[in-house]
């Protein structure tokens, strides 16, 4: 469809690849048969191609309202409608920068700004995170709902292994699963080693920018993914073979690198290196002779969650379930499993009745077959789910791991 960005936007290289993601819909409405939100809502402007239509007229220069900010604040960026969408529209970076301009045209509210900074300011940070996160689990019953339901038990922590190998690969720590799922990184040394891969923790780097960028502060994200390229960059010179994500959410960032580097010559080329050098850890363990690895025997039946940034953004579904399947598990059956559980990054904090219905759905639909527990890739949908599930809630990793 014909499209004319205002001079405004048109003059910004940021927008650049607006005009060919618009043209690209022909505004079929396929992708609306699969998005959460206006499955749950039913109104054309909860969903993508409705989404789609605001941000053309609002890059054509018209005039953006609260309304507009609204409906693009309660997607979700599953990404979803990306995988349905015939044409390949990237809905995702066209909604990554559409959200540019809402958060300029119509400010948000004190309170609100507050939030987002204060979110921002803790949950990339394990120094800050990790603390509070103690603080959190003493005083538990005083928390509010919101909060209290997103808070890991501690755990007793599994073995990390400590041989050399000839072979290398990288693990970026990250923020927030270092310290509330300490045990999926340890798990995964633990598995690699019994394939005789050395897993390097790479401890100066810190967050991918994933909760920057969710919250709009892009500028903020690009610091993070520069200071992560900077040390990941010598150790994969060095020959290491792959950065291991055991985070799905990290894992669609990592490889968003060089999208979001593109225009930055010092580190657009080294940046594509890296989000080709970062691998979901299920693709690794595809490629390897498993055969000296052991599930655990109180598996039972396992609900396999595969988190949106796995099966949309990382372009794996079911890979964790069919490998699952491969090491002898049972796995239990479920439905929808392409619908969002409503963690979404920060999300779950910033809409949380929307939030909260889709948990419950996806709880619904997990647990049907009465698994014994359920699994998933993901730290923001194992602390969601896990929230309110009646069974345990772990990283699918674990269940390859030794006490
Ligand atoms: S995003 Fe894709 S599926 Fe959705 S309306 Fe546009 S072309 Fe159709
Ligand atoms: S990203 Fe998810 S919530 Fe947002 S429009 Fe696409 S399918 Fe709907």
């Given at each position: 469809?014909?499209t004319?960005?205002?001079?405004e936007?048109a003059?910004?290289?940021?927008?650049?690849p607006v005009?060919?993601i618009?043209q690209?819909?022909v505004?079929?409405?396929?992708?609306?048969a699969t998005?959460?939100t206006y499955?749950m809502?039913?109104?054309?402007?909860d969903?993508?191609?409705?989404r789609?239509?605001?941000?053309?007229?609002?890059?054509?220069?018209e005039a953006?309202?609260?309304?507009?900010r609204?409906?693009?604040?309660?997607c979700?960026?599953?990404r979803?409608?990306?995988t349905?969408?015939?044409?390949?529209?990237?809905?995702?970076?066209?909604?990554?920068?559409g959200?540019?301009?809402?958060e300029?045209?119509v400010?948000?509210?004190k309170a609100?700004?507050?939030?987002?900074?204060?979110l921002?300011?803790?949950?990339p940070?394990?120094?800050?995170?990790?603390?509070?996160?103690?603080l959190?689990?003493?005083?538990?019953?005083?928390?509010p709902i919101?909060?209290k339901?997103?808070?890991?038990?501690?755990?007793?922590?599994l073995?990390?292994?400590?041989?050399?190998h000839?072979r290398?690969?990288?693990?970026?720590p990250?923020?927030?699963?270092?310290r509330?799922?300490p045990?999926?990184?340890i798990?995964a040394?633990q598995v690699?080693?019994k394939l005789?891969?050395?897993l390097?923790?790479l401890?100066?780097t810190?967050?991918?920018?994933?909760?920057?960028?969710?919250l709009?502060?892009?500028?903020?994200?690009?610091?993070?993914?520069?200071?992560?390229i900077?040390?990941?960059?010598p150790?994969?010179q060095?020959?290491a073979?792959?950065?291991?994500?055991?985070?799905s959410?990290?894992?669609?960032?990592l490889?968003?690198?060089?999208?979001?580097?593109?225009?930055?010559p010092?580190?657009?080329?080294?940046?594509?290196q890296v989000?080709?050098?970062?691998?979901?850890?299920v693709?690794?363990?595809?490629?390897e002779d498993?055969?000296?690895i052991?599930?655990?025997?109180?598996a039972?039946?396992?609900?396999?969650?595969?988190p949106c940034?796995?099966?949309?953004?990382?372009q794996?579904?079911s890979?964790?379930?069919?490998l699952?399947q491969?090491?002898?598990?049972d796995t239990?059956?479920?439905?929808?499993?392409?619908l969002?559980c409503?963690?979404?990054g920060t999300?779950?904090?910033?809409q949380?009745e929307?939030?909260?219905?889709?948990?419950?759905?996806?709880?619904?639909?997990l647990?049907?077959?009465q698994p014994?527990?359920?699994v998933?890739?993901n730290?923001?949908c194992?602390?969601h789910?896990?929230g309110?599930?009646?069974?345990p809630?772990?990283?699918w990793?674990?269940l390859?791991a030794?006490?």
């Open positions: 469809m014909k004319i960005i205002a001079k936007f003059q910004q290289p940021q927008f650049a005009k060919d618009l690209a819909c505004h079929c409405g396929f992708c609306t998005c959460p499955l809502l039913g109104d054309e402007r969903s993508p191609r409705g789609i239509y605001m941000m053309k007229a609002m890059f054509e220069g953006v309202t609260h309304e507009t609204d409906h693009l604040d309660r979700l960026t599953c979803s409608c990306e349905t969408c015939p044409s390949g529209v990237e809905y995702g970076h066209l909604v990554d920068l959200r540019v301009v809402v300029q045209k400010p948000r509210s609100q700004r507050l939030v987002r900074w204060s921002r300011q803790v949950l940070y394990r120094a800050r995170f990790g603390p509070l996160l103690k959190g689990q003493t005083f538990r019953p005083l928390l919101v909060l339901q997103h808070l890991p038990k501690p755990v007793k922590r073995t990390q292994p400590h041989a050399s000839e290398v690969m990288l693990s970026l990250g923020c927030a699963q270092a509330a799922a045990n999926t990184d798990a040394a690699l080693n005789g891969i050395q390097n923790v401890h100066q810190g967050c991918c920018g994933a909760v920057d960028h969710h709009n502060a892009h500028a903020a994200a690009l610091i993070k993914a520069r200071h992560n900077d040390l990941v960059w150790e994969l060095a020959g073979e792959a950065i291991v994500v055991t985070a959410g990290c894992g669609a960032t490889q968003d690198y060089g999208h979001m580097l593109r225009d930055d010092d580190y657009a080329a080294k940046a594509q989000s080709a050098a970062a691998k979901d850890i693709e690794i363990l595809e490629k498993l055969s000296s052991k599930i655990s025997k109180n039972g039946k396992v609900a396999v969650h595969c940034t796995q099966q949309h953004a990382m794996l579904p890979r964790v379930k069919h699952l491969q090491l002898g598990v239990a059956s479920t439905k929808n499993d392409h969002c409503g963690s979404a999300y779950a904090l910033l949380p929307l939030s909260h219905q889709l948990r419950t759905n996806k709880l619904h639909d647990t049907l077959d014994d527990q359920i998933t890739a730290i923001g194992q602390l789910l896990g309110s599930a009646s069974v809630v772990k990283h990793l674990e390859l030794e006490d």
